[in-house]
């Protein structure tokens, strides 16, 4: 703690103001264990029954392993049930998120690039209607988007779900921020002098720049699509095209419909567990990336 | 549809883009300097042109097409009996005065008037916190808190649905053990504490970290200065540090505000497992969902879709224009 770091003999009184602070620091490490308690219960909760069978899940207490062999059993049927379309959903979703991630990353960096450095006529106006883009709902967005799409045949398509997400307005805004602070005009002013054109000054001197604001955008958006729900809920009908939020809750609702002991339950928690995983490890590994981007927005 | 316009001049710059030895040789005299820097104009005009097209497309693709489309399904009205007709306001009148549209969005208000300060204290506390400490506890406080931003809100929804039931869940054996009787976390009186208590897990984290590198981004020779007059930690929380990142604040408050009015994931996944207490209206977005997709109202959806985005989109203009001087936005 800072406190104790800094030697501060100008203080009167030492020994009462340690206490205090000494008090200070168990209420404070009281509040942070009780908040990482109940921060991590749903988690720990996930591991334990995904570790059940369905008896198992509907009679024994919730928050402690009862058949821990049983973990494999649900594994296996998890990726065999109904021809294994939850294999099939995380393809899906992989498409989903990878395509739409780097289509929008590229879209949002020629742009934010555009945006900070070159004056074109329209420059100002299409920027602020961007910050308004920002605020407007995507999800009062999704139900439009589906008419206009069913108009054109798209709906029930990958399309439906990829194209709309190729427009990240927070990225471009991110990309221009990223590069207005990391990219002087001296240093593109010196390539061109070194006779190089416009495209090769942007790929040679200004994307190795911004790599990690790229690496940013990328997570932002494949993360964005990986977890939307309302646009594919909106958009497929076809359960062949689901992504796995979409499935997941599919599966769900199924199971509630039959009630009862149903095997459908413990899929929905083995294949939701299989699920976050992949993204807690992602965002474990990629940290200060997450944090760069959240930054953005706060200081800014 | 101003972006088609500004797409309009395009060709027409691009023939300048030829004479490129214009900035690179050293200029000769005068009129040949500033062709050069007219060309470097044009051909820069044509670049920036050029990559922000991908955007602008997509921009008016999926963002003024869809509004406009709404917009003009909205204005008309199509029954058996009357066919396909322009009716104008007559959607806006019935969504303002139906009651369904009313009560969701009374529902959604006071969900946001208990939850948002709620979830928005704690994230405040949490960066406090974190920024204050340095422990390995502190360490696994911020990963842990910022773990369920992770996971997907269906999942989210899905997990603390398990945990509620009356059949799975452990809150009902725990107030079995404790003989208070039962306690139906998804009966009518609890829900919306449920569908908060879902939220404020799911999005605590993400606020606190956007707080905390706020905090991280002030000169810490305030606090010396203010360590100096005699503040204790509390009080330097409280009245300096809280008050030198109120532009944080207002931004996740307004995203807070933006995504507490679309309400819509939690309350539909819980739906099937509470069908008497989540009717299909019970926020705006899901009536507006189940308008289109269940009865086939499609013109009054747009109506409903496009007043939310416009209250939303009016609503937090007005919000960063009353608070402007704090967020920092011009």
């Known amino acids: 703690m800072t406190t104790a770091a800094v030697p501060a003999p100008a203080v009167a009184a030492p020994a009462p103001r340690r206490t205090s602070s000494a008090r200070g620091r168990v209420t404070v490490n009281a509040v942070m264990v009780a908040m990482i308690l109940y921060f991590l219960m749903p988690f720990w909760w996930l591991v334990v029954a995904a570790t059940k069978d369905n008896d198992a899940l509907f009679s024994t207490a919730a928050l402690w392993f009862h058949s821990p062999g049983a973990f494999f059993t649900n594994l296996q049927q998890l990726f065999t049930y109904n021809d294994g379309e939850y294999l099939r959903w995380m393809g899906n979703t992989a498409i989903y998120a990878g395509v739409s991630g780097v289509g929008a990353t590229a879209v949002a960096t020629f742009a934010g690039y555009a945006f900070a450095k070159y004056r074109f006529p329209g420059r100002n106006l299409l920027f602020s209607s961007l910050l308004g883009a920002i605020m407007v709902p995507a999800t009062a967005l999704a139900i ?157 | 549809m101003s972006l088609l316009r500004q797409q309009g001049p395009a060709p027409a710059v691009t023939p300048s883009t030829v004479p490129a030895e214009g900035v690179g040789t050293p200029a000769t005299g005068r009129g040949r300097r500033r062709t050069g820097r007219q060309s470097a104009h044009t051909r820069h005009q044509a670049m920036g042109l050029m990559l922000v097209t991908p955007f602008g497309l997509l921009f008016a693709a999926f963002l003024v097409a869809p509004l406009a489309y709404a917009f003009w399904l909205s204005l008309r009205t199509s029954t058996l009996v009357g066919g396909d007709h322009f009716s104008w306001f007559a959607n806006y009148q019935q969504t303002f005065t139906d009651p369904h549209f009313l009560a969701g969005v009374r529902r959604v208000v006071v969900f946001g008037l208990v939850q948002v300060p709620i979830m928005l204290g704690l994230a405040l506390l949490g960066a406090l916190i974190i920024d204050e400490v340095s422990s390995k506890l502190a360490k696994v406080f911020r990963m842990t808190l910022f773990m369920p931003y992770a996971v997907p809100a269906v999942i989210g929804a899905l997990m603390w649905g398990f945990l509620y039931s009356p059949t799975f869940g452990p809150v009902n054996s725990l107030s079995h053990a404790l003989g208070t009787g039962k306690i139906d976390l998804l009966g009518h009186s609890l829900m919306l504490t449920s569908l908060g208590n879902i939220v404020t897990w799911q999005w605590t984290g993400y606020n606190m970290i956007v707080l905390y590198a706020a905090l991280q981004g002030l000169p810490r020779e305030v606090y010396e200065a203010a360590k100096l007059d005699g503040a204790g930690q509390i009080q330097t929380a409280l009245r300096i540090k809280v008050p030198m990142i109120s532009s944080a604040m207002v931004l996740t408050l307004m995203f807070t505000i933006i995504g507490t009015l679309q309400f819509f994931t939690e309350p539909r996944v819980l739906e099937p497992t509470a069908s008497s207490v ?14 289109a997709f269940q009865y086939s109202e499609f013109n009054y959806s747009a109506a409903i879709s496009f007043s939310l985005g416009a209250v939303v989109f009016i609503g937090s203009y007005l919000f960063l224009f009353a608070t402007r001087k704090r967020s920092g936005l011009k």
Request: aromatic share 12%.
């Open chain 1, 144 to 300: 439009p988007t589906y008419l206009l799409l069913s108009k054109v045949a798209l709906t029930n398509t990958m399309w439906a779900v990829i194209l709309p997400s190729l427009l990240n307005p927070f990225g471009v805004y991110l990309v221009r921020v990223y590069v207005q602070e990391s990219l002087p005009d001296e240093l593109l002013e010196a390539a061109r002098v070194d006779g190089a054109g416009e495209l090769r000054v942007l790929f040679n001197v200004a994307l190795p720049t911004l790599k990690p604001a790229l690496v940013t955008v990328l997570l932002f958006s494949m993360v964005g699509t990986w977890n939307n729900f309302f646009l594919p809920l909106v958009m497929l009908n076809n359960d062949k095209l689901f992504p796995l939020t979409v499935g997941l809750q599919s599966w769900y609702q199924g199971a509630l419909i039959q009630s009862g002991a149903n095997a459908l339950f413990t899929l929905v928690i083995a294949g939701s567990l299989v699920a976050i995983l992949p993204l807690i490890v992602a965002f474990l590994l990629l940290q200060r990336y997450w944090r760069g981007g959240l930054t953005v927005g706060s200081l800014k």
């Open chain 2, 278 to 291: 989540i009717t299909p209206d019970y926020t705006p977005n899901l009536y507006a969902y189940n308008l």
